[in-house]
Nanobody, 123 residues
Framework: QVQLVESGGGLVQAGGSLRLSCAAS????????MGWFRQAPGKEREFVAT????????HYTDSVKGRFTISRDNAKNTVYLQMNSLKPEDTAVYYC????????????????WGQGTQVTVSS
């Protein structure tokens, strides 16, 4: 089993930055692809970014390209999401997830999920 715990969320003004962390325990996630998803009130959970186990392959949803960066430190069993130039429409609960697949961009591709961390961007 893999347990994932997100941290780093909070309230920030538009244009600001936040860095989310996702710490894994129970089993190493070094061989898992990792992803970030988000869910705004009244909306479905949507893909944000994913990174391969080696870190050599990354994918982003179009709305965050050039602003968000996903990275990982396998020695620390941790994945990060650096979010810059935040916009009010980035407001959501952000979830970390682990996949045995090849950088999937859909929720069904992930086996393990964290509880989420709230990100609120004020205008």
């Amino acid at each position: 089993q893999v347990q994932l715990v997100e941290s780093g969320g909070g309230l920030v003004q538009a244009g600001g930055s936040l860095r989310l962390s996702c710490a894994a325990s129970g089993r190493t996630v070094s061989w898992y692809a990792m992803g970030w998803f988000r869910q705004a009130p009244g909306k479905e959970r949507e893909f944000v970014a994913t990174i391969s186990w080696s870190g050599s392959i990354v994918h982003y949803t179009d709305s965050v390209k050039g602003r968000f960066t996903i990275s990982r430190d396998n020695a620390k069993n941790t994945v990060y999401l650096q979010m810059n130039s935040l916009k009010p429409e980035d407001t959501a609960v952000y979830y970390c997830a682990a996949s045995k697949g090849d950088t999937p961009q859909v929720t069904l591709g992930y086996e393990y999920w964290g509880q989420g961390t709230q990100v609120t961007v004020s205008s």
